[in-house]
């Protein structure tokens, strides 16, 4: 994260003000705790919704609190939270269909239902999620700060109107950290204000951090499980091979048959590689596969007989080497000859098959 040119001309006047190489110290820190903040809270919804939820950290911005009052939405969830510890308040805005969305998922839906903006009653139902879901929120955000300090976020009061909320003064900065939540295909705006000052407690290195690059590696290991598991990937299921010349290939012509024998089991692999052996069938009117086997790499290892067999084969072209010979420049040859590897078994091929449509 770094600062603008123009941001940081801005926080030369008044003389009170941080200045930029301490403001980008206390963002970096925020920064890390943020990234921790929202693994944990991931981890809560998903125990908790059946959905694919998802955050994701947006623009970080340093402004006066009456510019974050325009910038951000008007009309949201907010939660205040009063921080003892760092003796201010911070708010959390979560868009007005974050909670009718969960709701929405734990009852079996997707999210997709259209849910009306309108300034209705929520449902007992919705108080309830709505009460879990900012709790776990307030739990995620005081165990992201543990590393500096033992912060606790005790709930205050709820908005729905942004202009009633008076954080703080209108000409003191703050910070609005943007965020995203993803829930299946709905996106959700997730805004965070607190005022600049209560990160005066970053100023300290962390007492309880073992290494600083754990939460970076923490934040880092979150996103690519995340990435690897939300990847796509393509199953081909191979049902029968068939051994054919180049010549009977080229021969072929529209309307032939060719006769071939459905392999049992049936193989089903991905980039090329065999991850399931099971049956070919029909379920509920549907052509089916039922897993038997699962190819993990533990199976394709090599197994104890082979690795001795390997063990001895290597013995006996040890004992095959003829006596060294003490002759004018043996011991160099001697040293040539024992950096060469053993030769191995050269690996066969089968003929490529033409796999049936």
Excluded at 135 to 163: D, I, T
Excluded at 314 to 326: F, K, N, W, Y
Aim: net charge negative.
């Amino acid at each position: 994260m770094s600062l603008s040119e123009p941001f940081v001309a801005a926080l030369q006047p008044p003389p009170h003000a941080l200045s930029a190489a301490a403001l980008q110290h206390r963002l970096e820190h925020l920064e890390l705790i943020h990234g921790e903040f929202m693994s944990r809270w991931r981890q809560a919804l998903t125990a908790s919704v059946p959905a694919n939820i998802k955050l994701r950290m947006g623009s970080v911005h340093v402004r006066p609190y009456k510019e974050y009052i325009l910038s951000a939405p008007a009309v949201a969830d907010i939660q205040i939270y009063e921080v003892e510890t760092l003796q201010t308040l911070c708010a959390f805005s979560l868009d007005v269909l974050g909670v009718p969305t969960l709701v929405d998922c734990m009852f079996g839906g997707s999210g997709r239902i259209p849910v009306r903006q309108t300034q209705r009653r929520p449902t007992h139902i919705e108080l309830g999620v709505r009460h879990r879901v900012f709790e776990s929120l307030a739990q995620a955000y005081a165990q992201a700060w543990a590393a500096y300090s033992p912060v606790v976020l005790k709930p205050l009061r709820q908005e729905q109107q942004l202009s009633s909320l008076r954080l703080t003064s209108p000409q003191e900065l703050v910070i609005h950290a943007q965020m995203r939540l993803h829930i299946n295909e709905a996106l959700m705006a997730l805004d965070f204000c607190m005022p600049a000052r209560a990160l005066s407690a970053l100023d300290e290195p962390a007492p309880q951090a073992s290494s600083p690059t754990a939460a970076p590696a923490a934040n880092w290991e979150a996103s690519l499980q995340d990435g690897l598991h939300s990847a796509q990937t393509e199953l081909v299921a191979v049902l029968a091979e068939k051994q054919m010349t180049v010549a009977q290939l080229l021969s072929l012509s529209i309307g032939q048959v060719i006769p071939m024998d459905l392999l049992d089991p049936v193989q089903v692999k991905s980039s090329g590689v065999t991850v399931v052996e099971g049956r070919y069938g029909v379920r509920n009117g549907r052509y089916a596969l039922k897993v038997e086997r699962l190819k993990t790499a533990a199976a394709t290892a090599a197994s104890p007989q082979e690795s001795d067999g390997a063990a001895a084969l290597d013995a006996q072209l040890t004992e095959a080497v003829p006596p060294r010979v003490e002759l004018p420049g043996a011991s160099e040859l001697a040293s040539a000859l024992a950096s060469i590897s053993p030769p191995t078994t050269p690996t066969t091929s089968a003929t490529p098959g033409v796999s049936a449509p």
